[in-house]
Each structure stands twice: as structure tokens, then as C-alpha cells.
């Protein structure tokens, strides 16, 4: 991967412990110069590690400074590329795994550009990445490792992400946040809390995943579900109980959302973790 330009196509690649999110190609740009303007069937990453430029999706404008990621959405038009030459390493994933992108909260529609605090940890991926194809043979495992070192940089990207907004606007979402973390089984009216900041909705939406680091209704979601998965570890409380208390009033609905976000039932969450109501108790009288 250290070449000008070098693409290496892992989909065919076997994998022995399966990823959610197997990547089907990678490629490094040491100096790209040319700009793109189409529609790609994939969904895919840029880390950009050096240079400046431009990205236009969804009749936005948006100004490209390394470091950064910019994200083409499948059936979306893009154009980008840099004002001069950038350095770039991207990620191709197929459309197929969209609904898991999304779950993982790596593909939001409100942030399809962001910025890094830094760029150590993309390189650190890419030099990972080039030990593992640096031989003539390829290592058995190369690409459930290369699968993990990518998932690691896009959430590394996210977690390292460069605030570019206000100290005003931050302290704004984060006092609705820490409101939000003790209301979570309430309706959300992203409405009214966009208009407490003064801000349009989409507007809202964006800058809460910026500070954030998810949509404000998977936040909320995520806080649902974490609850949720409390009580039942460590109460005997009807499931359909449990639905209500985390702000679901069909059961049946809360039951298919939790096996979505856990991969198990609620019943099956329950045997697997549920501890002795002794040792429950125990840790309660200890703590008070």
C-alpha cells in the first residue's frame, strides 16, 4: 500500500471469522489529482490524510481539509477532489451492508463529511493494513484483520473528531443530552429541542451528531436498549413491563427492536445474563 496508487480487492478473500461489515475493496492515493463526479453503487469512506479541496453531495457544498473522511452514499451523486493533490485511503463496501452501517451509526445522511482531530491513527491503518499484504503469500486471516483495522479507523475517526463548531452551541447539546439521559423513555421532540438551540432541524440533527457521535434518535435508542437489557439481567419484571418503563408501548415491537440491536430476544437476553436475585440483592445492600 505504499505505491502512488495502489487498490486491493478483498471480497474474494476468505474469511475465517465473518465481519457484519467485510470490506470488498481498499485503495491508497499518495497524490490524487483527478476529480470525481458520479454515482457509485457502494458505500464508501475517504480518509484524507494531506491536502485541501472540495465535496458537493445532496446540493451541499462542503470545504475538504485533511484530516478528514468524506463518505458517497449509493445511488447518490458526488463530486470531489483537491485543490492541487490530496493523500487518500478508501474503504468500498457493498450496498448490501447499509442497514448494519447505519446500526453502527457509521453511515448518517446529516454527516456525510467529518474531521479529525488527527491523522496518526489513519496511518497506523494503513501501515497495518500494508504489513498484512506486503508478502507474496497471503496470511491466513488477512482479511478478517484487514475488516477489523478498517472498522477500527472509521470508529477512531468518529471518536477523534475535530469540534468546529461554538463553545455556545457544544454547552447547548450537551445540557439537552444530559436532559435526555434522564427523560430517554419520553417522546422525542426534535422540533421543540431544535428550536431551543435556535436552529432549523436539520441543522440541529447535524450538529447534535457532531458532539454526539450519533443521531439524537439513535442516542435515545442505544439509552432504551442499555436499560433495558439492565432490568433484565437483574429483575424479574415482565418483559412487556420493561417494554413500557424504556418508552415502548407495544411489546411486540420493543421484543424486535432489542433482538435488532442485541441479537437476542429479550427471553434469550434474560437466561443468558440474568444473575441470582441473592447476589443482586447483595450488591444492592453494599452499595447503600
Keep these: 500500500m505504499e505505491e502512488h496508487h495502489k487498490r486491493l480487492h478483498v471480497a474474494s478473500r476468505p474469511r475465517l471469522y465473518p465481519s457484519r461489515l467485510p470490506v470488498e475493496n481498499l485503495g491508497y492515493i499518495r ?5 470525481v463526479d458520479t454515482v457509485f453503487s457502494s458505500f464508501n469512506f475517504s480518509f484524507i490524510l494531506h491536502g485541501v479541496g472540495e465535496y458537493r453531495i445532496n446540493n451541499t457544498v462542503y470545504n475538504v481539509s485533511a484530516p478528514c473522511v468524506i463518505t458517497q452514499w449509493p445511488g ?15 474503504l468500498i463496501y457493498s450496498s448490501s451492508c447499509m442497514e448494519e452501517l447505519e446500526r453502527c451509526g457509521f453511515a448518517d445522511f446529516s454527516r456525510p463529511i467529518w474531521y479529525a482531530s488527527e491523522t496518526e491513527f489513519m496511518r497506523e491503518g494503513l501501515e497495518a493494513i500494508r504489513k498484512l499484504i506486503a508478502g507474496t503469500s497471503v496470511p491466513a486471516g488477512s482479511a478478517d484483520r484487514i475488516d477489523r483495522i478498517c472498522e477500527h479507523m472509521i470508529i477512531e475517526s468518529l471518536l477523534r473528531r475535530a469540534k468546529s463548531f461554538s463553545k455556545t452551541e457544544t454547552s447547548l447539546i450537551e445540557s439537552i443530552r444530559q436532559r435526555i439521559e434522564k427523560t430517554y423513555n419520553h417522546a422525542l421532540d426534535i422540533e421543540s429541542l431544535a428550536g431551543e438551540c435556535s436552529m432549523s432541524v436539520p441543522t440541529f440533527r447535524r450538529y447534535w451528531s457532531q458532539v454526539v457521535g450519533m443521531p439524537p434518535t439513535v442516542y435515545v435508542r442505544h439509552l432504551r436498549i442499555q436499560e433495558a437489557s439492565r432490568l433484565l439481567a437483574e429483575s424479574d419484571m415482565e418483559i412487556s413491563l420493561i417494554s413500557q418503563r424504556v418508552g415502548y408501548r407495544d411489546p411486540l415491537y420493543f421484543s424486535r427492536l432489542f433482538k435488532k440491536e442485541t441479537g437476542m430476544s429479550p427471553t434469550a437476553y434474560r437466561v443468558r445474563y440474568k444473575e441470582p436475585w441473592d447476589v443482586i440483592k447483595q450488591r444492592t445492600v453494599r452499595s447503600t
Aim: proline content about 0%; cysteine-free; charged content about 30%.
Design 76 to 90: 447518490v451523486r458526488v463530486t470531489y477532489g483537491a485543490n492541487g493533490a490530496w493523500e487518500e485511503l478508501f
Design 31 to 35: 497524490a490524487k489529482e483527478d476529480w
